[in-house]
């Protein structure tokens, strides 16, 4: 949380917005393997975390054709 996120850790879309939510997925326990597919919502804000939870499925992360990433309602800034 809070973390910033530099330009070169972008592997799709450009830096500069107000908000951006990506989805993103847990993977398996590492020791006992156990795996219930998670998934949750990261809101990025001014290009650092702002905030992760579980999914709601309110976001339709496929809306704006991108397959993971969304612009979220706010204040866009230009990239």
């Given at each position: 949380m809070g973390d910033p996120i530099s330009p070169t850790d972008f592997d799709e879309g450009t830096p500069g917005h107000a908000r951006v939510g990506v989805e993103g997925l847990g993977a398996p326990c590492?020791?006992?393997?156990?795996?219930?597919?998670l998934g949750y919502d990261i809101v990025i804000e001014s290009d650092a975390i702002s905030s992760v939870t579980l999914t709601s499925g309110e976001i339709d992360y496929?809306?704006?054709?991108?397959?993971?990433?969304?612009?979220?309602?706010?204040?866009?800034g230009s990239p």
């Open positions: 590492p020791n006992c393997g156990y795996d219930d597919d496929l809306a704006q054709r991108n397959a993971y990433w969304i612009l979220l309602p706010g204040e866009q």
